[in-house]
């Protein structure tokens, strides 16, 4: 029994440590998306969408990056869809890179 116990507790310890790693991974995506320095962003909201996002096809599974309100024009609230591997699947609104890159223009 107590062999069952120290395998759970192992197998727990080691889907933190990959879920952690995601979401740094995803994280970083969403700071090289936004640039160096991100403009101002607002509240943060992070949630990794396990039924996957029915708003994108094929409904990945993918960590949600929300913020709001922002200081980007034409965007007052952004979301950011990465997969766990820390590719950025998509961005509400859809031209966010674009937005960001009038912002810092250098």
Same mark, same amino acid.
């Given at each position: 029994?107590?062999? &069952?116990?120290?395998?759970?507790?192992?197998? /727990?310890?080691? $889907?933190? &440590? *990959? $879920?952690?790693?995601? #979401? /740094?991974? =995803?994280?970083?995506?969403?700071?090289?998306?936004?640039?160096? !320095? @991100?403009?101002?962003? %607002?509240?943060?909201?992070?949630?990794? *969408? #396990?039924?996957?996002? !029915?708003?994108? !096809?094929?409904? !990945?599974?993918?960590?949600?990056? =929300?913020?709001? @309100?922002?200081?980007? +024009?034409?965007? +007052?609230?952004?979301?950011?869809?990465?997969? +766990?591997? %820390?590719?950025?699947? $998509?961005?509400?609104?859809?031209?966010? $890179?674009?937005?960001?890159? /009038?912002?810092? +223009?250098?």
């Amino acid at each position: 029994m107590a062999r &069952l116990f120290w395998l759970t507790v192992m197998a /727990a310890f080691v $889907a933190a &440590l *990959l $879920a952690g790693a995601s #979401w /740094a991974v =995803a994280l970083s995506a969403v700071g090289t998306l936004l640039g160096s !320095p @991100p403009p101002e962003m %607002g509240n943060q909201s992070t949630t990794f *969408l #396990w039924q996957g996002a !029915p708003q994108l !096809p094929g409904h !990945p599974r993918v960590w949600r990056y =929300a913020f709001g @309100p922002t200081v980007i +024009p034409g965007a +007052p609230t952004v979301r950011i869809y990465v997969t +766990p591997l %820390g590719q950025v699947v $998509a961005t509400e609104p859809a031209d966010l $890179a674009e937005r960001v890159k /009038a912002l810092h +223009p250098y």
